[in-house]
């Protein structure tokens, strides 16, 4: 067993700390079916409903019988199939990729990392309020184990639930981009475990002095929002107002997805532009961790 | 302090938010292999105390030690020879019972090969054994707390800390809880620190007492020392003639007050189950006959009155405190 080699090392209790978070999600039957469904209705409902493909769809630039009639068939034909060119250069030249449905599934992949992590910050103020982690300080675990089993268990779980994402999107119109190869899928996941050490990061270190629910609750909805709209989620930097791009181009999450969309979606990669995505999320995942591991070793011993 | 302390603190203080005096330059120490109970109401320092005896609070002034480690300067060896029995049920909710104890054991680097025999043991000693396979979320109020009892003995601690370990218990699980605490100290040899807010847990587990009162210890000394320094037992008698014998009852032995009160006598006497017999020898010898007698034992209740000044009630506390206390209150019975 492994727990054998560690338990004279620094790290004994890492694994069985972000296993007992993770058996609360998988062993309770309920909650695990409801991950599995929350990515399906958001990306069916919101992914059909949000659906911005269809503005420039055909069906919604149809000509008016009058300008029609003035047209022989042969020459409306024509006509059509410069159009429809012209929809798939419009969406793109938006999105990267024709099929907005792919679009928003890189985004939610994104999303649900940030929901993950965000509850996965609050179980500090549940175990500090229930005395669990009054019992876990008074044994000898190391303080830092204690957050990074939190960030890991939260990492593990929105990983899994990307996978979901990523399988469910297939049936319901993924179309993975020209330079997509299954080796790309790794990238992905790199990058989740980034975002996702980042992100968890963040939300341990505004729960971890907290006693009660209801402030953490607010700073994360304020924060929420922003993260979410203020990135390229839904919509396509480049498109947003001067005043947003200005947020979005500091908010993570952007070059994650952006960075995930051109592994997975888009015709071409590029290297340089996705470098850069790699190691913005690097940097802000270790600037985060490092600062979550430095307040656990002062706040959590009060 | 001889060199038997096994728990030693000198002017221990906790002070929160720069002005809320919770623990007040605290001097107290445990024996080698005692039961030494902390005594007091809702919010007079108990769970402070044992925070920072635990290593979860950091002293703001004062010294304190468990074994020779420094509680401040030596947390880890404090860690791995304490064991803790939180006040809350800490144990999840979502685990089964042995999950919970391998867990703890694990939080102690113990390896798997050890651990498994160990926990199976302890869940025997605490007689859990068939329930150890289902989880937490189905066990009762004493089931759990004997549960967070295997967990506090899973790396062999030799001082066991215990924050009211019977809180919203009802009564005949709190005697079967007095019971295996008693068992499992015989068992392992430990020193016990516990705090209590009920007198009759103090009277029956501990040693020795400490009363806290506002931060700040009002007495030390054993169960029977701190009734008797109330000056001793009374005794109710009544006797068939008429004829005061006041001044008879006086001059017995290690009798300290005589008052008659409608025909009856209420005497205050040291060493009560002695000095009755002498009192009704004396009343004879003079040709008194005694229709009635009672004696009653001054219980802690009495002790506690006399050193605060009031009796046992709940204190201002935190919100905090409040909503743990509830919460265990609510699962111990089963909610």
Known sequence: ?302 | MSEGDTIKAEGLTKVFNGSLVAVDHINFNVKHGEIFGFLGPNGAGKTTTINMLITVLKPTEGKASILGYDIAKQHDSVRYSIGVVPQEYTADEDLTGIENVLLCADLYGIPRNVSKKRAADLLDLVELTNFKDKKVQTYSGGMRRRLELACGLINRPKVLFLDEPTLGLDVQTRTATWNYIKTLKKEFGMTLFMTTHYLEEADALCDRIAIIDHGKIVVVGSPEELKHSLGGDLITLATKENEDVTELIQKVEHVKEVRKEDGTYRIKAEFGEVTTPFIIEALRKKGHTVTKLTLTEPTLNEVYLEYTGKSMRDAEESREAFFAQRATMRRARGH
């Not at chain 1, 659906?51 to 006509?79: H, K």
């Not at chain 1, 410069?82 to 099929?99: A, E, H």
């Not at chain 1, 990238?187 to 729960?207: K, Q, T």
Request: charged share 10%; glycine share 6%; with cysteine.
């Open chain 1, 1 to 302: 067993m492994s727990t054998n080699s560690l338990s004279k090392s620094k790290l004994h209790g890492l694994w069985a700390l972000t296993n007992r978070e993770l058996k609360k999600w998988y062993k309770a039957p309920v909650v695990f079916a409801l991950t599995l469904i929350q990515p399906i209705i958001w990306l069916g409902l919101l992914g059909n409903a949000l659906n911005l493909g269809s503005l420039v769809s055909s069906s919604s630039i149809a000509f008016p019988a009058d300008l029609a009639a003035q047209f022989t068939p042969q020459q409306l034909g024509t006509l059509n199939q410069f159009f429809s060119g012209l929809q798939d250069q419009i969406l793109t030249s938006t999105f990267g990729t024709t099929s907005y449905i792919s679009f928003m599934a890189v985004g939610m992949i994104a999303f649900t990392a940030l929901f993950t992590t965000m509850f996965s910050g609050m179980s500090v103020v549940w175990d500090r309020r229930l005395g669990f982690l009054n019992k876990v300080l008074s044994t000898p675990v190391s303080r830092s184990v204690i957050i990074i089993s939190k960030v890991l268990s939260a990492t593990l779980r929105s990983m899994f639930q990307a996978s979901i994402i990523l399988i469910i999107a297939v049936p319901l119109g993924f179309q993975p981009g020209a330079a997509f190869t299954p080796i790309n899928i790794l990238g992905v996941f790199a990058f989740l475990f980034l975002i996702c050490l980042g992100l968890s990061s963040l939300f341990i270190a505004i729960n971890i002095r907290s006693t009660r629910i209801e402030t953490p609750m607010a700073v994360m909805t304020l924060l929420n929002l922003p993260l979410t709209f203020a990135s390229s989620a839904f919509f396509p930097i480049d498109r947003m107002p001067g005043w947003l791009q200005a947020v979005a181009n500091v908010n993570p999450l952007s070059y994650t997805m952006n960075g995930m969309r051109q592994l997975l979606i888009n015709p071409t990669i590029d290297y340089s532009q996705l470098a850069l995505q790699y190691a913005y999320v690097g940097i802000f995942a270790a600037v985060l961790t490092t600062i979550g591991i430095v307040l656990s070793w002062r706040f959590l011993n009060k």
